[in-house]
């Protein structure tokens, strides 16, 4: 069948995207645990052995769920990274967004926050993939700021570092739900704290 | 039986202690998955019902242990906090023992792991009572630091909690399991940033 046909088959690409979108979907309305490949599969109208030649077993449509996940928090700190502002205010913007996004996603909806556990245990690659692309973009803001004289000559990696480690209570599933009942410091006063310290200058020694 | 006996009975106190003592010796050694009252009390050579007059559960027990090993923190951060030195190196110090006493109880030795997981899921009284001690004695020392000129002013006890929260990583169990693999920062470049927002004078807003 050619690409001008007039029901053209879903290359594989998009046929991988529907997957994963559905079986997010699934995770989020039936949940997680309950959700199998068959259901994925009849929900898209496909055989389960479709599935499999995309993915070997649920646990990688999983993988690939909370890749999507995170992938899309990534992508709007990004944008803030990229945007109009000094380099306070875009870090300022990016923790705040992070919690956001991750608060919307894996503690407001605890049927994801499962999905997340689960992958937690079995995925640490891609949680260290996230860490590491939050820390370039924390960086390359440091980086600018020091360079506009806003924050004190410093190691912009170990200080982004220290950002998003001092910030982990506002980003890390588990400990959102752990401290839901500690609602102070706020994300927005732990951001100030560490303004304050990258005003001063405190992330120079390499320790 | 009086006070004077040659073998006087242990009083209640002592027998709790001991009970409190020998499941901590146990689920080091054994495991607390695998620690039984009955084992506790063929340990002490006593009836599990001795056992049940103290406590109503393993859960109980448990509890106690985990209290008792983090009243060891409290106690060591407390000398800390009245000891000699600047309001900086003592909570220099508070933290760097707060870190390698932990891993010392919980990393190291993954058996006590599984039991404060455990422990976790059911009591976070004990723990939230555990955080309310180590921000009482973080705010002590701020408090003086401030007197002392070395701190900027600020809400001692805002700054306790984002000190606190700013080294979670370094002091929350399972954290400190799932972030082994990265070792930077350290704690004590993570005490230089926070010292340096302190002398800034951050924690100010009630936000």
């Given at each position: 069948m050619s690409e001008t046909a007039a029901s053209p088959p879903a290359r594989d690409g998009d046929q991988r995207c529907r997957i994963v979108a559905t079986a997010e979907r699934l995770y989020r309305e039936v949940g997680y645990l309950k959700t199998t490949v068959a259901d994925i599969a009849r929900e898209l109208r496909m055989s389960p052995a479709n599935i499999y030649?995309?993915?070997?077993a649920k646990a990688e449509i999983t993988a690939a769920v909370t890749r999507q996940l995170m992938s899309e928090v990534e992508t709007a700190l990004e944008q803030i990274a990229?945007?109009?502002?000094?380099?306070?205010?875009?870090?300022?913007?990016?923790?705040?967004?992070?919690?956001?996004?991750?608060?919307?996603?894996?503690?407001c909806d605890r049927?994801?926050?499962?999905m997340v556990e689960a992958c937690f245990a079995e995925n640490q690659p891609i949680i260290d993939q996230h860490i590491d692309r939050i820390d370039a973009l924390l960086e390359q803001v440091i980086r600018e700021g020091v360079a506009a004289g806003d924050f004190a000559p410093c190691d912009p990696h170990l200080a982004a570092r220290l950002v998003h480690v001092a910030t982990i209570r506002y980003c890390h599933p588990r400990l959102m739900l752990e401290c839901a009942d500690r609602p102070t410091p706020t994300s927005a006063?732990?951001?100030?704290?560490?303004l304050a310290a990258l005003k001063a200058g405190a992330a120079t020694e390499r320790d």
């Open positions: 030649r995309f993915f070997g990229l945007s109009h502002g000094s380099a306070g205010e875009r870090l300022r913007r990016m923790i705040l967004a992070n919690e956001s996004m991750n608060a919307e996603r894996y503690i049927k994801l926050h499962d006063q732990m951001m100030e704290f560490c």
